[in-house]
C-alpha cells in the first residue's frame, strides 16, 4: 500500500482485503504467508497461525503453504532493508502466543518496506556513492529507521510483543532450574547423565534461549522441555535442535531417575534461600513483581523439601 | 557439621552483604568450559525481601577476630555458632548450583579467622580450585578484608571479577567507634591499591593491542586473567550513626569520581546485636535508605552533580518526594521542556522520564511528532511528567497552577501499589478517611517518634564515648596518625597533626567523611 500522501501518514484508513492467511505457527510458516501476500498482490485482514485461526464473517481464508525458499528471501530481504533488529523483531514475534502476533509482523514489513521506497534521495549527499541509488536497492540510512518508528500503529505492535518476548526469555535464563538424571546405561557400561529443566514460559522461547543455556553449560548434556508448547530443546554436547513433542503423551513418567547428590544439592539450596531472607525487609510484593508466581512451581528454592531431608526446626 | 548446616549458618552471616550484582562483566564461553558472564548480569531468585539472589554469597568463615559493633558475627557475640568452609566444599557446591541454574556465581566475603591474611589465602585457594581446576568461567566477586596485604589482594583480583571493600561507616568518627579493629587507612589504602591495578591493567592491555608495526603481536596461547575487570563497589550502613544524607552522598560522590567505582551501596541500620552505641530500633530505614539510591541513580546515569541534589542547608532528603522531582521543583525556571527538540540532558532532568525513556523519545522523534498519545505509548510516566513538558508547543499540565506548592502536592501523592506487605498499612498522607478519626496522620514508622527518640539515645551515647579521649576509638585513631597519608588532596594538617584526637566535641564539624570531593 502507499500511502498518498507522506506528510499526513495517519489519515488515509488502510483497505483491508477480507482475506486471512493460515500458516503453520513456524517462523518458515509466517514468512513464507509474507511471501505470498506480496506474489498474489493481496493485503490480508489477519495472519494467524493455523491453531488461532477464527475467520470473520464474510472472510475467506487462505491456507499458506510452508516454502523454505520464500521464507529465506522474506528474510533476507527484511534483513537488507531493515537491518538485523527488524528480522529478529520478527523472528520474536513467530514465538509469540499472542493472536495478532502474525498480523503485527506482517503489517510491520509491510510498512518498512514502502517506507524504503517512499525515501528522497535527490538531496542526500551520499548518492553518488550510494548501492541503493535510484530506489532500486536499500538504502543504509533508512534501514535501522522503521523500527526505531515505535509511535507507528504498524510498528508499535511489534515492538510490544517483541519486548515482552525478550522480557519472557529473560525469566527463562533467569528461572529455569535443572535436575540431574542419571540417564540410561549404554552398551559399554558407561551411564550418560542429562540435565533437565521442566518450563512453561508465556510464549515458544525455548529455540531464543537456547543459545545462552549451550554457550554457559555447554559441558553438560541438557534438555529444556516447554510443556506448554510442547516443544523441548535437546544438547547432546556438540549441537542442539528442537524435538517437537506432541502427541505424544504425559513424559514425566518417562524420565529417569534423579541421581544422589541432586536431592543433596537442591536441600542445600533451599537452605541457602530460606536463611539469605532478612525478616525485617520482608517484602513480598516486591518478591511477587519480580518473580511472578506462575514460575513459582518449577523453582526449587520454592518446593518443600521432602520429608526425609527435612529438620525438625526449634 | 554437615555442609548444608554449614551453609546455613554462613550464608544467614553473610546476608547483610547488600551488593549482589553480577553485572560489569562480559565474558562469552568457551568449549569444554562452564560458565560465562553478561554484561547486565542474571538475577537467579528473589528472597522474600524482595531482594534478588545473583551469586551463591556466603562467608568463606564467620569467625572473627574483630569487633565491629553492628556485625552479627563480632568476636563478643556468643550466640552464633561458627563455623568455615573448605575450598573444597565451597568450590564444589558453587559448581553444583552454577550447573543447576541457580546461581550466576559466587559472592566471597569473609570473617577474619586469625589474621586477614590467613584468611585472604583460604580464599584465594577456593578460587584456585574454581578458576584453574574446574575451569570455572562464571562471576566470581570477593569482599577483602581490611588490613590484608596488597600481594594477597593482587591474588584475588587476578581470580575475581569485581572487588570490594566495605567501607561501612561514612565517617572516620564512627568507623573508630564502631568498627574499633578497622581504620580509615586499612579501607582506603586497598580501595586505592585496587583503582590503580583497575586502571594499570586496562592500560597495558590498550597499550598492547596497538599494532606500529607490520609484524604481528605474538598472542599467549593461554590468556592471562584481567584484574577486577568489572571494577570494585563498596557499602555503608545508614542510619546507625548521625551523618547526614548530605555527607553521605558527598562521600559517594567522591568515591565514584577519585577511585572510579562501580557501585556505593546503602544498607539501612538493622539492629542484629545489642550494642549501647546502637540505636535499639527495628524501624529500618527503609525509606530514606530508597531515597539514597535514588540520588546515587541520578549522579551515576543522569548527569546531576551531587551539589544539585542536596545542599548543607537541607542536609537531609526530603522524604516525601523523589530527589529528582526535588530538584524540578526548586528550578521551575527550567520548565517546561519541548520533549520535541529537547536535548537528551534536558528530557533526563523531568520527572517521570527516565534513561530508557529519553532515548525511546530521541528514537521515536526522528520519524514522528510526539504528542500526549504517543508518549503514554512509549511508556513515560505521562502522569508526572506533565507538568513538566510541552508537546509541540502545548502544555501538558494546564488546570494546575504551575508553582512549587501545586505541583508539590501532585507528585508527592503516592503511587498506588498493592495491598499487601510493607505497603499495607500506608494511607495517604494528609488524606481524610471516612472512617478514621483526623487528627492522627498516619506515619511511616521509621518516622516515629519512638524511633526518633531511639536513634537519639544512640547519637548521644557515641558522642560522649568520642568526646571521652579514652574511649574505645581513640586506640585505633591514634595508631592511625603515625601512618602517613594516603590522599594528598584531602588529608588537612588537622587530620594528621591529632585535633581530631583533643576530645573534640562531637559536633557537625567532627564527622569527617573518609573522603572528600576534590
Known amino acids: 500500500m502507499h500511502r498518498a500522501d507522506p506528510d499526513t501518514p495517519f489519515s488515509e484508513p488502510e483497505i483491508y482485503d477480507e482475506v486471512a492467511y493460515a500458516y503453520d505457527g513456524t517462523l518458515e510458516g509466517l514468512l513464507s504467508a509474507i511471501f505470498a501476500a506480496y506474489e498474489r498482490h493481496e493485503n490480508p485482514t489477519d495472519v494467524v497461525p493455523e491453531s488461532h485461526l477464527q475467520p470473520r464473517l464474510g472472510q475467506r481464508v487462505a491456507a499458506i503453504p510452508t516454502n523454505m525458499n520464500h521464507a529465506a528471501r522474506v528474510l533476507r530481504g527484511v534483513k537488507r532493508a531493515c537491518g538485523w533488529r527488524a528480522a529478529h523483531a520478527v523472528k520474536q514475534a513467530s514465538c509469540s502466543d499472542e493472536p495478532d502476533a502474525g498480523t503485527a509482523a506482517y503489517r510491520f514489513v509491510r510498512y518498512a518496506m514502502d517506507e524504503q521506497k517512499l525515501r528522497a534521495c535527490d538531496r542526500c549527499r551520499k548518492r553518488a556513492s550510494c548501492k541503493g541509488r535510484g530506489g532500486t536497492g536499500p538504502c543504509p540510512k533508512m534501514r535501522g529507521r522503521a523500527l526505531s518508528d515505535i509511535t507507528h500503529p504498524a510498528v508499535e505492535r511489534l515492538f510490544r510483543i517483541s519486548r515482552s518476548i525478550s522480557q519472557e526469555c529473560e525469566h527463562m535464563r533467569q528461572f529455569v532450574r535443572f535436575q540431574h538424571l542419571r540417564g540410561e546405561s549404554e552398551g559399554g557400561g558407561t551411564s550418560t547423565e542429562v540435565w533437565f529443566a521442566r518450563v512453561s514460559p508465556k510464549a515458544s522461547v525455548v529455540p531464543l534461549v537456547m543459545d545462552h543455556f549451550v554457550e554457559r553449560l555447554g559441558v553438560q548434556p541438557f534438555i529444556i522441555y516447554d510443556e506448554v508448547h510442547e516443544l523441548a530443546g535437546v544438547y547432546d554436547g556438540g549441537d542442539w535442535h528442537l524435538v517437537a513433542t506432541a502427541g505424544q503423551g504425559d513424559l514425566a513418567g518417562a524420565l529417569p531417575d534423579p541421581t544422589a547428590d541432586e536431592a543433596l544439592l537442591s536441600e542445600a539450596w533451599r537452605a541457602f534461600y530460606r536463611s539469605v531472607s532478612v525478616g525485617a525487609r520482608y517484602h513480598p510484593e516486591l518478591r511477587r513483581q519480580f518473580m511472578p508466581k506462575r514460575f513459582w512451581k518449577s523453582l526449587t528454592e520454592l518446593q518443600e523439601s521432602p520429608a526425609s531431608l527435612r529438620r525438625p526446626t526449634s | ?518
Open chain 2, 1 to 518: 557439621m554437615n555442609v548444608i548446616e554449614k551453609l546455613e549458618v554462613l550464608a544467614d552471616a553473610a546476608k547483610y552483604d547488600v551488593a549482589c550484582t553480577s553485572s560489569g562483566v562480559q565474558r562469552s564461553g568457551k568449549k569444554g568450559q562452564l560458565g560465562a558472564a553478561h554484561q547486565a548480569g542474571c538475577c537467579h531468585s528473589f528472597t522474600p525481601d524482595g531482594r534478588c539472589v545473583t551469586l551463591l554469597k556466603v562467608l568463606m568463615t564467620n569467625a572473627c577476630v574483630y569487633d565491629c559493633a553492628y556485625c552479627v558475627n563480632r568476636a563478643s557475640n556468643a550466640a552464633v555458632p561458627r563455623t568455615a568452609f573448605t575450598p573444597r566444599e565451597l568450590a564444589d557446591l558453587t559448581i553444583g548450583f552454577y550447573r543447576r541454574n541457580y546461581i550466576e556465581g559466587l559472592f566471597l566475603s569473609s570473617g577474619v579467622a586469625g589474621c586477614p591474611d590467613r584468611t585472604t589465602e583460604l580464599m584465594v585457594q577456593a578460587l584456585r580450585i574454581l578458576r584453574e581446576e574446574y575451569g570455572f568461567r562464571g562471576y566470581i566477586h570477593t569482599k577483602t578484608i581490611p588490613g590484608t596485604s596488597l600481594e594477597l589482594i593482587d591474588e584475588l583480583g587476578r581470580l575475581s571479577d569485581r572487588l570490594s571493600v566495605n567501607l561501612e561507616l561514612p565517617s572516620k568518627q564512627s568507623l573508630g567507634l564502631l568498627a574499633p579493629n578497622k581504620s580509615r587507612h586499612s579501607i582506603l589504602t586497598p580501595m586505592r591499591h585496587i583503582f590503580e591495578s583497575v586502571a594499570e591493567d586496562k592500560e597495558s592491555r590498550a597499550l598492547a593491542q596497538r599494532r606500529t608495526t607490520v609484524y604481528r603481536e605474538k598472542r599467549m596461547a593461554r590468556k592471562t586473567r584481567a584484574f577486577a575487570p568489572a571494577g570494585q563497589s563498596t557499602q555503608m550502613i545508614i542510619g546507625a550513626t548521625p551523618e547526614s544524607d548530605y555527607q553521605i552522598l558527598n562521600l559517594s560522590a567522591a568515591l565514584y569520581t577519585q577511585l572510579s567505582l562501580k557501585r556505593v551501596f546503602f544498607s539501612a541500620y538493622l539492629p542484629v546485636v545489642a550494642d549501647p552505641l546502637l540505636p535499639a530500633t527495628d524501624a529500618v530505614q527503609l525509606n530514606r535508605e530508597h531515597r539514597l539510591y535514588q540520588a546515587d541513580w541520578l549522579l551515576r546515569y543522569y548527569g546531576f552533580n551531587v551539589s544539585e541534589i542536596i545542599d548543607e542547608k537541607n542536609p537531609f532528603l526530603a522524604p516525601d518526594v523523589d530527589p529528582k522531582a526535588n530538584w524540578a521543583l526548586n528550578h521551575l525556571d527550567f520548565f517546561p521542556v519541548e520533549v520535541n527538540t529537547a536535548p537528551l540532558e534536558a528530557l533526563l532532568r523531568v520527572p517521570g522520564i527516565g534513561v530508557r525513556g529519553a532515548r525511546l523519545i530521541l528514537r521515536a522523534r526522528r520519524q514522528s511528532t510526539l504528542g500526549e498519545a504517543e508518549l503514554r505509548r512509549l511508556g513515560i510516566a505521562y502522569k508526572r511528567a506533565r507538568y513538566f513538558i510541552t508537546m509541540n508547543g502545548a502544555y501538558g499540565g494546564s488546570g494546575i497552577d504551575f508553582s512549587r506548592d501545586a505541583l508539590h502536592a501532585r507528585l508527592s501523592a503516592p503511587i498506588e501499589g498493592g495491598r499487601h506487605g510493607r505497603r499495607a498499612d500506608r494511607a495517604v498522607q494528609g488524606q481524610m478517611s471516612l472512617f478514621e478519626a483526623v487528627d492522627a496522620p498516619p506515619v511511616l514508622p521509621e518516622a516515629s517518634p519512638a524511633n526518633r527518640a531511639a536513634l537519639d539515645v544512640a547519637f548521644e551515647a557515641q558522642r560522649r564515648a568520642l568526646a571521652q579521649p579514652a574511649a574505645i576509638g581513640a586506640p585505633a585513631r591514634a595508631g592511625e596518625s603515625e601512618r602517613p597519608p594516603i590522599l594528598g588532596a584531602d588529608t588537612s594538617p588537622a587530620e594528621c597533626g591529632g585535633a581530631s584526637q583533643e576530645g573534640a566535641p562531637h559536633g557537625d564539624a567532627v564527622c569527617e567523611p573518609l573522603l572528600s570531593v576534590a
